[in-house]
C-alpha cells in the first residue's frame, strides 16, 4: 500500500460547490503539506501543518481552509470553488528533521467548472 | 523580488550522454537545495540533497553542485537512458522550517 494516499484521484466540480481532498499516510511523520501544482508556476504550498494543533497559511491560501484531524489525516477544503482553482492538488509528509526529504502522494486533478 | 528559476523549456538529448539541469534563484538565503523527479500524473519523488556548506553531492549516476555565490545549483545525469525521460524540480530549504520553495521544473526528453 502507497504510503501516503488521496482521495479522490480525480474530481469535477462546479462553480460555488464546497469541496473536500483528502490525505491519509502511514509513515508516522508528524509535517504534513499542500500544494497546488499548475503549468509553468511550479508547486505553490497553500497550508502546512506541524503536528495536530499547529497549522498554518503558506502563499496562496485564500480561498482555502484545512482540517488535521489526526496525525495521519490533513484535509484540504475548498468552500465555494471557484474555475481559477482548477490545478493539480498534492500532499506531502516530512519528518520533523528541518532538511528532510518530503514524500508526497499521487495528487488530486480538480477541475471547476 | 524573490525568484526560482529552471530552463523553461524541454531539453532533449541522446542516450549515452550527459543531461544538466540548471536552477538558479535570485534574493533568496537557502539553508539546503533539493532534488525531486516528478512522471507524468505522479507526485515529485526525492532524489538528492545538498546543504549550502557543500560543494557537490553524487549518487550512482546524479550528480548536483551547489554555488551559494553564483546562486545556482546544476543537476547531471550521466549516461542518460530513456527512462530518465521525466520532469525534475529543484527546491530550496530556506532553514529549519522544513517549507521548500519549488521551480517550475525541466522537462527531461532521452532520445535512444
Known amino acids: 500500500d502507497a504510503d501516503v494516499t488521496q482521495t479522490p484521484r480525480n474530481r469535477i466540480t462546479k462553480t460555488g460547490k464546497r469541496i473536500m481532498l483528502e490525505c491519509s499516510q502511514t509513515?508516522?511523520?508528524?509535517?504534513m503539506y499542500w500544494y497546488r501544482q499548475d503549468p509553468g508556476l511550479g508547486l505553490r504550498l497553500i497550508y502546512y501543518s506541524f503536528d495536530v494543533k499547529d497549522i498554518n497559511k503558506g502563499e496562496i491560501s485564500d480561498g482555502y481552509s484545512v482540517s488535521r484531524q489526526a496525525q495521519a489525516k490533513f484535509s484540504l477544503s475548498l468552500e465555494s470553488a471557484i474555475p481559477n482553482q482548477t490545478a493539480l492538488y498534492f500532499c506531502?509528509?516530512?519528518?520533523?528533521?528541518?532538511?528532510?526529504?518530503?514524500?508526497f502522494g499521487p495528487g488530486t486533478r480538480l477541475t471547476v467548472l | 523580488s524573490q525568484k526560482i528559476e529552471q530552463n523553461s523549456e524541454a531539453l532533449n538529448i541522446q542516450e549515452g550522454k550527459t543531461a544538466t539541469l540548471t536552477c538558479n534563484y535570485t534574493?533568496?538565503?537557502?539553508?539546503?537545495l533539493q532534488w525531486y523527479r516528478q512522471d507524468p500524473g505522479r507526485g515529485p519523488v526525492f532524489l538528492l540533497l545538498i546543504r549550502e556548506n557543500e560543494k557537490e553531492k553524487r549518487k550512482e549516476r546524479l550528480k548536483v553542485t551547489f554555488d551559494t555565490t553564483l546562486k545556482q545549483s546544476l543537476f547531471h545525469i550521466t549516461a542518460s537512458q530513456p527512462a530518465d525521460s521525466a520532469t525534475y524540480l529543484c527546491a530550496l530549504g530556506m532553514g529549519n522550517t522544513g517549507k521548500l520553495i519549488f521551480g517550475q521544473g525541466t522537462t527531461l526528453q532521452v532520445k535512444p
Open positions: 506531502a509528509t516530512q519528518t520533523s528533521g528541518s532538511s528532510d526529504t518530503q514524500y
Open positions: 509513515k508516522g511523520h508528524d509535517r
Open positions: 534574493n533568496y538565503s537557502p539553508a539546503y
